[in-house]
């Protein structure tokens, strides 16, 4: 069964930068997108971009646009969401998805998501 | 940027009765390609339907989605106690840009 585990929780400075992964198992790691979503307390999902493992290409959210970075292991079957210059508003919950199919399709798949707080 | 605003933004009914909750495109959604989740707290959201209105797996019947262009609903026939969460809109597609509703709450009266 299609399974996304995802790193621990992380406290974090205003400024600095934070790396969560997805180690994905179940399926071809490659052949499908990894989306991430993330969910600030008591608020709303926000979509952040998306990566093919395969070819390593990505699309973010024009608000992340200047700050993440969304790479991959194939190796080991991971992908990785890099946030950089913290603010605290980025407090939140922090999930990968994978999509059904081809790009563009829905999210049937969902880590159990990484908390990073950033606090001085 | 196609923007999803969903309504209500709270919904207080009773187990068995019948929920209506609204997702509104500020324009027209390709191919219907709407979808809905449900997140209970603590819990990654769950996907529900897809395509406007073709269920995901293992999804009761009593969920049903239907609309389309820029309008949407997700109706629940008879609310079961599990049903209470906060329910989301997606829309997708080739563009790969990926939007959410803000999510209406679901909350036993």
């Known amino acids: 069964q299609v399974q996304l585990v995802q790193s621990g929780a992380e406290v974090k400075k205003p400024g600095a930068s934070v790396k969560v992964s997805c180690k994905a198992s179940g399926y071809t790691f490659t052949s499908y997108d990894i989306n991430w979503v993330r969910q600030a307390t008591g608020q709303g999902l926000e979509w952040m971009g998306w990566m093919n493992p395969n070819s390593g290409n990505t699309g973010y959210a024009q608000k992340f646009q200047d700050r993440v970075t969304m790479t991959r292991n194939t190796s080991i079957s991971t992908a990785y969401m890099e946030l950089s210059s913290l603010r605290s508003d980025d407090t939140a919950v922090y999930y990968c998805?994978?999509?059904?199919?081809?790009?563009?399709?829905?999210?049937?798949?969902w880590g159990q998501g990484s908390l990073v707080t950033v606090s001085s | 940027e196609i923007v999803l605003t969903q309504s209500p933004g709270t919904l207080s009914l009773s187990p068995g009765e019948r929920a209506t909750l609204s997702c509104r495109a500020s324009?027209?959604?390709?191919?219907?390609?709407l979808a809905w989740y449900q997140q209970k707290p603590g819990q990654a959201p769950r996907l529900l339907i897809y395509?406007?209105?073709s269920r995901a797996t293992g999804i009761p019947d009593r969920f049903s989605g239907s609309g389309s262009g820029t309008d949407f609903t997700l109706t629940i026939s008879r609310l079961e106690p599990e049903d209470f969460a906060v329910y989301y809109c997606q829309q997708y597609g080739s563009s790969l840009q990926y939007t959410f509703g803000q999510g209406t709450k679901l909350e036993i009266k």
């Open positions: 395509g406007a209105s």
């Open positions: 998805a994978r999509v059904y199919s081809v790009p563009g399709t829905t999210f049937p798949y």
């Open positions: 324009q027209s959604v390709s191919s219907s390609f």
